[in-house]
T-cell receptor, first 113, second 113 residues
Framework: NAGVTQTPKFQVLKTGQSMTLQCAQD?????MSWYRQDPGMGLRLIHYSVGAGITDQGEVPNGYNVSRSTTEDFPLRLLSAAPSQTSVYFC????????????FGSGTQLSVL | AQSVTQLDSQVPVFEEAPVELRCNYSSSVSVYLFWYVQYPNQGLQLLLKYLSGSTLVESINGFEAEFNKSQTSFHLRKPSVHISDTAEYFCAVKRASYDKVIFGPGTSLSVIP
């Protein structure tokens, strides 16, 4: 049982480059979300989705796009990377309506030079 | 909107001593409350949760937290810590509905031998 899978684990970008962070879950979870983790800031919600075709903004959505074409996948796109987007990114999912337990991926460490 | 405050960014404590990690939240509606733990170089995992019912909730490894609605708090306690409890601890809140989960900034617990 793979759970929540994030790829890549590490990535270095130059300012202005674009890339997509992948997130996939095999638990048929309705809810999926992306967080970034920065020292002293904890986890801040970027975008989330309550089902295929439905996405919404979190606390820090600027500079990021998401889509949810399938239940399994929830990619995060950086359109034009900036140094301020250097962070560790976590994808999380949960079953059912009430998010009683989030399952986290192992994270992607992104550096933007 | 919900928000979470964790007043202590770092808590050093000697092995076998008691510890309390503080969490306060703000919300105008009923909430679910959570504590998540992040061990070094890992993703987050659920430690315990309050959804309804008894205000005192316990984890399998000896932690407990008490929901105090009048104080809007959900402090985490353990009577005797072990070296293996060294980790980052995050308090989180969500409205008692199908909704996003918001995390606090985290508290780094260091257990000293």
């Amino acid at each position: 049982n793979a759970g929540v899978t994030q790829t890549p684990k590490f990535q270095v970008l130059k300012t202005g480059q674009s890339m997509t962070l992948q997130c996939a879950q095999d638990m048929n979870h309705e809810y999926m979300s992306w967080y970034r983790q920065d020292p002293g800031m904890g986890l801040r919600l970027i975008h989330y989705s309550v089902g295929a075709g439905i996405t919404d903004q979190g606390e820090v959505p600027n500079g990021y796009n998401v889509s949810r074409s399938t239940t399994e996948d929830f990619p995060l796109r950086l359109l034009s990377a900036a140094p301020s987007q250097t962070s560790v990114y976590f994808c999380a999912s949960s079953a059912g309506r009430y998010n009683e337990k989030l399952f986290f991926g192992s994270g992607t460490q992104l550096s933007v030079l | 909107a919900q928000s979470v405050t964790q007043l202590d960014s770092q808590v050093p404590v000697f092995e076998e001593a008691p510890v309390e990690l503080r969490c306060n939240y703000s919300s105008s509606v009923s909430v679910y409350l959570f504590w998540y733990v992040q061990y070094p170089n890992q993703g987050l995992q659920l430690l315990l949760k309050y959804l309804s019912g008894s205000t005192l909730v316990e984890s399998i490894n000896g932690f407990e937290a008490e929901f105090n609605k009048s104080q809007t708090s959900f402090h985490l306690r353990k009577p005797s810590v072990h070296i293996s409890d060294t980790a980052e601890y995050f308090c989180a809140v969500k409205r008692a509905s199908y909704d996003k989960v918001i995390f606090g900034p985290g508290t780094s617990l260091s257990v000293i031998p």
